[in-house]
C-alpha cells in the first residue's frame, strides 16, 4: 500500500521568510512519481512539480526548491522568501509507474500555509 | 490561465435535481478524471476515463454518473444525491502512458446538495 504524510498540518509564517513543507511517503513499489501541488483559496489544484523515483537531484525554481531523498522517502519543498500570494493548501502526492494502478494518485492531507504581511 | 475548464463553477441543488457537470480540455489529453473533495481534505478519485472508455470507478454511488462523450469533453451526471454529496468536484486530464502522465487539474465546481 501507498502511503504520504503531510506532519504539517498549518503553517503560519510573515511575508519574506523561509519555509519548509514536509513530505514523507511509503511505497514497495520501484518505481513511482511524486508530486506537489498548489491549492489557492479559487479551489484549482496547480501543477508544480513532478519527480522520478530515480532521479534524485534537486530542483529550483525561482523561489520554489524541493529536496528528495530516497534514503529517507522524503520530498521536502521549500520557499524562498515567502509572499502573500504563496497562501494556499500544499498537497504532496504519489503514484505508482504503471501496473494497475495505473493513473490513481495517493495524495497527503495537505498543508495549509498562511503568509501574513 | 488552466487549460482544463469546468462548468458551471457553483452549483445549487435539491435531492429530487437532475443535473449535469460538464468539463473540457484542449490538451489533447487522452486520460479524464473526475475527484471528489471535501472541505480540508484531499481529493479523492471517483473516476478514470482512459481513450473514453472507463478504466477506474472507485466504488462511486450510482447516483453519480460519468460519461465522455469525446475526448475532449467529460460530463458527470447527478441524480438523487445526499446533502453530504456537497463538495468541490474536479476534473483532470492528462496523456497516457508511462513517464508522461502529470495532472491537470480544473478550477472545480462547488456543489450544494439542499
Known amino acids: 500500500a501507498q502511503k504520504v504524510t503531510q506532519a504539517q498540518t498549518e503553517i503560519s509564517v510573515v511575508e519574506k521568510e523561509d519555509v519548509t513543507l514536509d513530505c514523507v511517503y511509503e511505497?514497495?513499489?520501484?518505481?513511482?512519481?511524486l508530486f506537489w501541488y498548489k491549492q489557492p483559496p479559487s479551489g484549482e489544484l496547480v501543477f508544480l512539480i513532478r519527480?522520478?523515483?530515480?532521479?534524485?537531484q534537486n530542483e529550483i525554481s525561482g523561489r520554489y526548491s524541493w529536496n528528495f531523498q530516497k534514503s529517507t522517502s522524503s520530498f521536502n519543498f521549500t520557499i524562498t522568501a515567502s509572499q502573500v500570494v504563496d497562501s494556499a493548501v500544499y498537497f504532496c502526492?504519489?503514484?505508482?509507474?504503471?501496473?494497475?494502478?495505473?493513473?490513481?494518485?495517493?495524495f497527503g492531507q495537505g498543508t495549509i500555509l498562511t503568509v501574513h504581511p | 490561465d488552466t487549460e482544463v475548464t469546468q462548468t458551471p463553477k457553483h452549483l445549487v441543488m435539491g435531492m429530487t435535481n437532475k443535473k449535469s457537470l460538464k468539463c473540457e480540455q484542449h490538451?489533447?489529453?487522452?486520460?479524464m478524471y473526475w475527484y471528489k473533495q471535501k472541505a480540508k481534505k484531499p481529493p479523492e478519485l471517483m473516476f478514470v476515463?482512459?481513450?473514453?472508455?472507463?478504466?477506474i470507478n472507485e466504488s462511486v454511488p450510482s447516483r453519480f454518473s460519468p460519461e465522455c462523450p469525446n475526448s475532449s469533453l467529460l460530463n458527470l451526471h447527478l441524480h438523487a444525491l445526499q446533502p453530504e454529496d456537497s463538495a468541490l468536484y474536479l476534473c483532470?486530464?492528462?496523456?497516457?502512458?508511462?513517464?508522461?502522465?502529470?495532472?491537470?487539474f480544473g478550477p472545480g465546481t462547488r456543489l450544494t446538495v439542499l
Open positions: 483532470a486530464s492528462s496523456t497516457v502512458g508511462v513517464g508522461t502522465d502529470t495532472q491537470y
Open positions: 511505497t514497495r513499489d520501484t518505481t513511482y512519481y
Open positions: 519527480r522520478n523515483s530515480f532521479d534524485e
Open positions: 502526492a504519489l503514484r505508482f509507474a504503471g501496473g494497475t494502478s495505473y493513473g490513481k494518485l495517493t
Open positions: 490538451m489533447g489529453h487522452r486520460a
Open positions: 476515463y482512459s481513450y473514453e472508455k472507463l478504466s
